[in-house]
T-cell receptor, first 113, second 115 residues
């Protein structure tokens, strides 16, 4: 079946450095790719998303890139801050217009002060 | 996001008991979802509903049932709880976002422990 692989499972960076999280999806019909941030004890919250007709999207210190040919997409966080520490989940829509996601298994990011 | 609420927030129950987790939303969204979250496994879809008369199984529906009582309410039941249903459960709602792509909004979660 369809799946989304996410790497790494844990990532530690020094404050001010960049962090990159990568996801690979299997369903070629997927056309929407959101990223969620989950702080400890909190609910997942959308931080950025990208559609399949766009290769890159940026919002201040975060950006997402999409390579449809290779079926992978990545989250980039620049100038990391301690408040960026959280678990990040990628997701891919399960086919086009199905309104369902398949989530990656999460990356625990630790930003060291 | 106070627009999606879940009750209870924490629950301890015993094997074999029937329990219900409730989700309410004031966003006016038609689509609602139940997920469970386990360490290292991410979020997995249990059931979803696109309107009051539409209920669909997700990837891991065995041992669960749902009820969509109204547009704003979607309940998840464990008919006979077992220890491996110990997990964090999230309700989510969605609408069509910009460009026709949905955004899902999550509730605060219910932490369930089955002894």
């Amino acid at each position: 079946g369809e799946n989304v692989e996410q790497h790494p499972s844990t990532l530690s960076v020094q404050e001010g450095d960049s962090a990159v999280i990568k996801c690979t999806y299997s369903d070629s019909a997927s056309n929407y790719f959101p990223w969620y941030k989950q702080e400890l004890g909190k609910r997942p919250q959308l931080i950025i998303d990208i559609r399949s007709n766009v290769g890159e999207k940026k919002d201040q210190r975060i950006a997402v890139t999409l390579n449809k040919t290779a079926k992978h997409f990545s989250l980039h966080i620049t100038e990391t801050q301690p408040e960026d520490s959280a678990v990040y989940f990628c997701a891919a829509s399960k086919g086009a217009g199905t309104y369902k996601y398949i989530f990656g298994t999460g990356t625990r990011l630790k930003v060291l002060a | 996001d106070a627009d999606v609420t879940q009750t209870p927030r924490n629950r301890i129950t015993k094997t074999g008991k029937r329990i219900m987790l409730e989700c309410s939303q004031t966003k006016g969204h038609d689509r609602m979802y139940w997920y469970r979250q386990d360490p290292g496994l991410g979020l997995r879809l249990i059931y979803y509903s696109f309107d009051v008369k539409d209920i669909n199984k997700g990837e891991i529906s065995d041992g669960y049932s749902v009820s969509r009582q109204a547009q704003a309410k979607f309940s998840l039941s464990l008919e006979s709880a077992i220890p491996n249903q110990t997990a964090l459960y999230f309700c989510a709602t969605s609408d069509l976002g910009t460009g026709g792509m949905e955004t899902q909004y999550f509730g605060p979660g219910t932490r369930l422990l089955v002894l």
